[in-house]
């Protein structure tokens, strides 16, 4: 439906949690975009459950699922690659379409696989930044060339909320807590609306637990976001962000990305006259 709807963006799963899928099935589901959007997708592939236990048993997924995920990207990206002498599986369509494959992680890991397969790495910072800096060193440090990548390239996940007054964007940002502190404590439920007086919701201890899930979170009007994101990059040396937005509004939500894009653009023109 989003590649539908647009011609010049990048479409990507960001992403499937390959141990839950057969390799050629996905293969096939991507080939299939990739066919009828070519050079638009990209597949991201991590290997963390995603879901809560009784899903997991419900999925028939077993500890050695989560084993086999170096194993599967293998296979896939046999399957998305030409066909070779010999070869008895085919992906139609897949088949040498050659979807890019990015590895997902929110542990080290995820980076030192990325580094072997020589392919681009995307770090969950936006909900798990404990091992960001450490991850990106380990990835940059230990990368392989492959013929999808020559060199290291990493995206950086983030919690963006723009608004017009500083004021706004920390009452719309105590969504995200809401929902973070909620997962501290085991529970579930949709995203919550803003609240006037965050402290008033958690605990100083759920504080600083859901306060450590949302460190790589920033909110605040134009100008301030885009300094903090430039400080991001600054201190990552990332080649690309990956925004998120829980905000309950959904006009608001569209404020925020048409205002962020807006001053990341500012940012740009500057840069670009700068050099």
């Known amino acids: 439906h989003v590649a539908a709807g647009t011609s010049t963006i990048r479409i990507g799963a960001g ?62 990206r046999a399957l998305l690659g030409p066909p070779q ?15 890019p494959l990015w590895i997902l992680g929110s ?28 991850a990106i060193e380990i990835y940059r440090d230990r990368f392989e060339p492959s013929e999808q990548l020559a060199e290291p390239y990493v995206m950086v996940g983030c919690n963006v909320i723009v608004a017009d007054t500083e004021e706004e964007a920390k009452r719309l940002f105590t969504s995200p807590q809401q929902n973070s502190t909620r997962m501290v404590r085991g529970t579930r439920g949709k995203l919550p609306r803003p609240i006037d007086d965050i402290e008033e919701f958690w605990s100083p201890a759920e504080k600083a637990q859901a306060s450590s899930m949302l460190a790589c979170s920033y909110y605040g009007s134009p100008n301030t976001i885009r300094d903090k994101l430039e400080s991001l990059i ?30 990341m653009g500012q940012a740009l023109r500057i840069q670009g006259a700068a050099e």
């Open 234 to 263: 600054d201190a990552t040396g990332a080649d690309e962000l990956m925004v998120a937005a829980a905000i309950w509004d959904h006009r608001a939500r569209v404020r925020s990305f048409e205002m962020l894009a807006t001053a």
């Open 85 to 99: 002498e010999g070869q008895f599986l085919h992906a139609i369509p897949g088949e040498d379409t050659n979807v």
């Open 15 to 76: 992403g499937v949690m390959l141990p839950n899928h057969s390799p050629m099935v996905i293969a096939e589901q991507f080939g299939t975009l990739a066919t009828l959007f070519p050079g638009r997708i990209d597949l991201g592939l991590g290997r963390a459950p995603g879901t809560d236990q009784q899903t997991l048993r419900a999925l028939r997924r077993g500890p050695e699922s989560s084993e086999r995920f170096p194993q599967d990207v293998l296979e896939l």
């Open 107 to 134: 542990s080290l890991f995820g980076a030192q696989l990325a580094a072997m397969l020589g392919l681009p790495y995307a770090f969950a910072s936006h909900f798990a930044p404990q091992a960001l800096m450490q």
